[in-house]
């Protein structure tokens, strides 16, 4: 054997091991070291025709989409970025991950960035509803709040039960200062679900903006009894007690804001002009001195603390020593200022959940279920921590489903549903669990729910006549079947249900006419495989009818 040979051979052994160890590193979800032996297998170019060379460069990018998926859930956008476009380096057939690089670009503020990658989405996939979505957030961004209302408007004309999309149009017009066009957008996200809490919040900061105190008051008191720790919204009910010049109330509210959230600078900075407008300068002081242990070298806070050590509360009136705060503060936070919170960028990140929803919809999932042990007990651990979120169990379920864990994926659903029962994404998910799981009769009556809202989506219509195949109302699952293909009538897939539909019925030329349209020349090889059995299996069952 040459040299030249020996070194060759030695290259594939060397090549060979740091393949199998990346692999193992890979299904031990240590991410790090996996990408560090696959790379070197990369390194060896000599044998990029092999096939442990393409599977290297597949689970590469698997594993730095992974990675991606890590780093984004705990806000780390840039990090996010990188990696996701690393994975889409070794993978570019995975035009899908454009999506989440378009989320980290819009996060990190490159708006434009995120525009173009959402725009390569659309032009593959222009149904691509949550797409469409996004796209109008960034619009928003952008500060062209007309184009995202335009967006929001076109999207609720086919889907009018979104309460996301009511949602977003509610921010979209309050941006522009359509109030009462706003506050209507916002009451109908929250007819559609009762539990929208950040929609139950906009309202009421709409409300307030309207002057009608008692009805925002009422949205915010709702979300309190719920979720009596929440800082936010004690801290929105003092500035509206405030304005109402319950003072009292609204120092007990933001009292709470602050033992809640200490940090929550604004919450500090009103309760200590409250403090003094209500001659409490001691518990002033107190407040200031809490601040300043987080913000120690906030000029604002220190002079506050110099003027209030100084002055003569015999010979101050409470109107001179708030005047003097409010200088020091300058604008303080009112009813007008939360106006601003409708212009603010908006992170596609809006909760935990619908993170995991953006992954659960990827293309991957197809191929890599093991991110799946990564996030089934970070969900878990999040629905301790809040028992009483839909999204969080319909997310639990998505990912048990990834995992083949189908009974169990059935109850989380189910408990979504329970908690929402307007939650029709749960619903959808539910009905083809049910599917799945062999309960027709179960998953029809939830087939039922779903079809009077008219929604555009195929899956679920195909789902459906397989459930009605099962029952034996063949003429329903022809119906549904149909439907699918007004939807999208590149699904040729439907064509071969429909085919065994007419068949079940004995209708063999109707059976094999369907067919037909599976074997059209861009048709999926296993598809066309499938079709040419049935068209043969018909033609037998046809001859023997002559």
């Known amino acids: 054997m040459s040299l030249l040979n020996k070194l060759f051979g030695r290259q594939q052994s060397k090549a060979h091991e740091a393949y ?23 390194a060896a170019t000599s ?24 780093q984004f859930t705990q806000h780390e956008n840039k990090q996010a970025l990188i990696n996701f476009k690393r994975a889409l380096a070794c993978n570019p057939e995975h035009t899908d991950l454009n999506y989440f690089i378009g989320i980290c670009l819009n996060n990190i503020g490159d708006f434009q960035g995120a525009v173009e990658s959402f725009k390569i989405i659309q032009e593959t996939e222009p149904w691509n509803i ?8 960034i619009f928003h961004n952008l500060g062209k709040l007309d184009y995202a209302e335009e967006i929001h408007r076109s999207l609720l004309e086919k889907n009018p039960h979104f309460a996301d999309v009511h949602h977003h149009l509610g921010l979209s017009l309050m941006g522009q200062g359509k109030t009462v066009e706003a506050a209507a957008s916002f009451k109908k996200a929250l007819d559609i679900n009762p539990n929208y809490v950040d929609a139950q919040i906009k309202l009421s900061i709409t409300l307030a903006c309207m002057g009608e105190y008692d009805n925002a008051q009422m949205g915010l008191n709702t979300i309190i009894k719920k ?20 003072q009292k109330e609204a120092i007990n509210h933001l009292e709470q804001a602050v033992q809640i959230s200490p940090a929550f600078k604004n919450a500090q ?12 300068t001691s518990a002033a002081l107190e407040q200031i001195e809490k601040a ?10 220190n002079s506050i603390k110099k003027f209030l050590k100084i002055f003569d509360p015999t010979s ?30 908006l992170d596609i990140m809006p909760n935990f959940s619908e993170i995991i929803a953006m992954f659960s919809n990827s293309k991957y999932a197809q191929e890599d279920i093991s991110i799946s042990t990564f996030l089934i007990p970070f969900i878990s651990e999040q629905i301790k921590k809040n028992p009483t979120y839909p999204d969080l169990y319909n997310s639990l379920g998505s990912q048990l489903l990834f995992s083949n864990k189908s009974l169990e994926a059935e109850k989380a659903f189910a408990k979504a549903i329970e908690l929402n029962p307007g939650y029709t994404t749960a619903r959808i998910n539910l009905l083809k669990t049910l599917q799945k799981n062999g309960k027709h009769e179960e998953a029809y009556e939830h087939g039922k729910i779903i079809l009077t809202k008219n929604l555009p989506f195929p899956d679920v219509y195909y789902t459906l006549a397989e459930v009605l195949i099962d029952l034996k109302q063949y003429d329903k699952a022809l119906l549904n079947a149909k439907r699918v293909l007004k939807l999208r009538p590149s699904m040729k897939s439907t064509n071969l249900l429909i085919a065994h539909i007419h068949e079940i019925q004995e209708n063999y030329d109707a059976a094999i006419k369907a067919v037909n349209k599976c074997l059209a020349p861009n048709s999926e090889s296993r598809l ?19």
């Open 20 to 42: 199998k160890k990346g692999i193992h590193f890979y299904n031990q979800l240590k991410y790090a070291e996996a990408i560090e032996y696959l790379e070197k297998m990369l």
């Open 47 to 70: 044998l990029s025709n092999s096939l442990e060379y393409k599977l290297a460069g597949f689970y590469c990018g698997l594993t730095y989409r992974n990675l991606g998926i890590i």
């Open 130 to 137: 949550p797409n469409k979505l996004k796209m109008a957030i």
């Open 227 to 246: 979720f009596p720790h929440y800082a936010d919204v004690h801290y929105l009910l003092g500035i509206i007690k405030g304005e109402c010049n319950r």
């Open 269 to 280: 900075v009103k309760l200590i002009i409250f403090y003094c407008q209500n001659d409490k």
């Open 292 to 301: 300043l242990l987080l913000y120690p070298n906030d000029k604002r806070f």
């Open 316 to 345: 101050e009136s409470s109107y001179n020593i708030s005047r003097e705060i409010k200088h020091i503060f300058g604008n303080h936070i009112s009813l007008e200022d939360l106006r601003d919170e409708f212009h603010k960028g």
């Open 528 to 546: 066309t495989t499938d079709a040419k059995k049935l068209l043969d299996k018909l033609q037998k069952k046809r001859g023997t009818l002559f």
